[in-house]
């Protein structure tokens, strides 16, 4: 069955029918309806092989994510929640998406260019930027559509989306103050992706607004994952004078953090505050209840798919593409892991 199949059975023209399956303009609506319903009783689709060459375009948005063995990056909860907003929209425009997972083996740039070479995807949202990233170069050569979730120093115009980390700093440093905290650690991710870096400086910068120091020793780079936490833990314990406080830049590691004070005899908020970083059901379901930013995964999630249609328009209209940066508000959500200074070392 294909459209010419289809149109001789509706005894309408094939422009007629191909309006209808696309939902496009100047098909009366008891025409739509009847077209829609022949096609689901023959069990026609559309050979999308053959519109995409036609169109030059494949109706695929692609998310690109760098997986690695022994750490995640921001979660699989994290990723799930935000992918779910962006298939929810780009579905409305008669998109879908695409996950392009690149291994913990490759190079992400050469991954990312079998991609862009091949065509697979009409434009791209990539996670994980790192602070030097020459996959933005690379797509902005290209001139195909492309978001960056997560800043770069990588020069260039180039629209980005990323959270609110000196927001989130500026609000948790300042709880832990006000609390009596004057010696805070901040664990955050021991390698070159870049949030973890503006974390640190952010909260850097908030500490000596308020005539504090962060420490060097104080800043524990470890897998953002529950072991990473542990040893997250295991260095805090050690450290003299020791922290009253620690913030995280991904709360899983939370979970090993309050394994590793389980062991030594120590209470989350009690001995040694811990505020977490986006509200995953991780610090939901771990007890004390961890203090936590709250945000919408969802929207954030249509957040980048509008964007990147609105990229998608543009260079089907041979119009410019205008810039989007965004930083994404978040909201802190106190628990009972931080708390009042209660040891006399602090």
Same mark, same amino acid.
């Given at each position: 069955?294909?459209?010419?199949d289809?149109?001789?059975?509706?005894?309408?023209?094939?422009?007629?029918?191909?309006?209808a399956?696309?939902?496009?303009?100047?098909?009366?609506?008891?025409?739509?309806?009847?077209?829609?319903?022949?096609?689901?009783?023959?069990?026609?689709?559309p050979?999308?092989?053959?519109?995409?060459?036609?169109?030059?375009t494949?109706?695929?948005?692609?998310?690109m994510?760098?997986?690695?063995?022994?750490?995640?990056?921001?979660?699989?909860?994290?990723?799930?929640?935000?992918?779910?907003?962006?298939?929810?929209?780009?579905?409305?425009r008669?998109?879908?998406?695409?996950?392009?997972?690149?291994?913990?083996?490759?190079?992400?740039?050469?991954?990312?260019?079998?991609?862009?070479?091949?065509?697979l995807?009409?434009?791209?949202?990539?996670?994980?930027?790192?602070?030097?990233?020459?996959?933005?170069?690379?797509?902005?050569?290209?001139?195909?559509?492309?978001?960056?979730?997560?800043?770069?120093?990588?020069?260039?115009?180039?629209?980005?989306?990323?959270?609110?980390?000196?927001?989130?700093?500026?609000?948790?440093?300042?709880?832990?103050?006000?609390?009596?905290?004057?010696?805070?650690?901040?664990?955050?991710?021991?390698?070159d992706?870049?949030?973890?870096?503006?974390?640190?400086?952010?909260?850097?910068?908030?500490?000596a607004?308020r %005539?504090?120091? !962060? $420490?060097?020793e104080?800043?524990?780079?470890?897998?953002?994952?529950?072991?990473? =936490?542990?040893?997250? *833990? &295991?260095?805090?314990?050690?450290?003299?004078?020791?922290?009253?406080?620690v913030?995280?830049?991904?709360?899983?590691m939370?979970?090993?953090?309050?394994?590793?004070?389980h062991?030594?005899?120590?209470?989350a908020?009690?001995?040694?505050?811990?505020?977490?970083?986006?509200?995953?059901?991780? %610090?939901?379901? !771990? $007890?004390?209840?961890?203090?936590?930013?709250?945000?919408?995964?969802?929207?954030? =999630?249509?957040?980048? *798919? &509008?964007?990147?249609?609105?990229?998608?328009a543009?260079?089907?209209?041979?119009?410019?593409?205008?810039?989007?940066?965004?930083?994404?508000?978040?909201?802190?959500?106190?628990?009972?892991?931080?708390?009042?200074?209660?040891?006399?070392?602090?």
């Open positions: 069955m294909n459209i010419h289809l149109a001789r059975q509706l005894n309408v023209s094939i422009g007629t029918v191909s309006r399956l696309n939902g496009r303009a100047g098909v009366h609506d008891d025409t739509r309806k009847r077209v829609l319903e022949k096609a689901r009783q023959l069990g026609y689709s050979n999308q092989s053959g519109r995409s060459l036609r169109q030059g494949t109706g695929l948005i692609g998310f994510i760098v997986t690695n063995r022994e750490r995640a990056y921001r979660g699989e909860a994290f990723f799930m929640s935000v992918l779910d907003g962006l298939q929810t929209y780009l579905a409305s008669n998109l879908e998406l695409v996950v392009h997972l690149c291994g913990s083996d490759q190079d992400p740039e050469i991954h990312l260019r079998r991609v862009v070479e091949r065509r995807v009409d434009g791209i949202i990539l996670s994980q930027t790192q602070r030097l990233d020459s996959r933005i170069s690379y797509l902005n050569v290209r001139k195909l559509p492309f978001i960056a979730f997560g800043r770069s120093q990588e020069p260039g115009k180039y629209s980005w989306l990323d959270l609110d980390f000196e927001g989130v700093a500026e609000k948790a440093i300042d709880h832990l103050v006000k609390l009596g905290h004057r010696n805070i650690a901040v664990a955050t991710a021991a390698d992706i870049n949030f973890g870096h503006v974390y640190v400086e952010a909260c850097r910068a908030s500490l607004r %005539g504090l120091n !962060l $420490r060097d104080y800043v524990l780079r470890e897998a953002l994952t529950e072991a990473g =936490g542990y040893k997250v *833990g &295991e260095r805090l314990l050690a450290l003299g004078p020791r922290p009253t406080a913030v995280l830049v991904e709360s899983t939370a979970i090993g953090l309050y394994h590793k004070f062991d030594a005899g120590l209470e908020g009690r001995e040694i505050s811990v505020v977490g970083f986006d509200n995953s059901p991780t %610090g939901d379901f !771990l $007890r004390p209840t961890l203090t936590q930013f709250q945000l919408s995964h969802q929207e954030l =999630g249509r957040w980048l *798919g &509008e964007n990147i249609v609105t990229q998608l543009s260079k089907a209209g041979n119009k410019r593409v205008k810039q989007a940066n965004k930083i994404w508000p978040m909201e802190m959500i106190a628990g009972e892991s931080s708390g009042i200074i209660r040891t006399s070392s602090a």
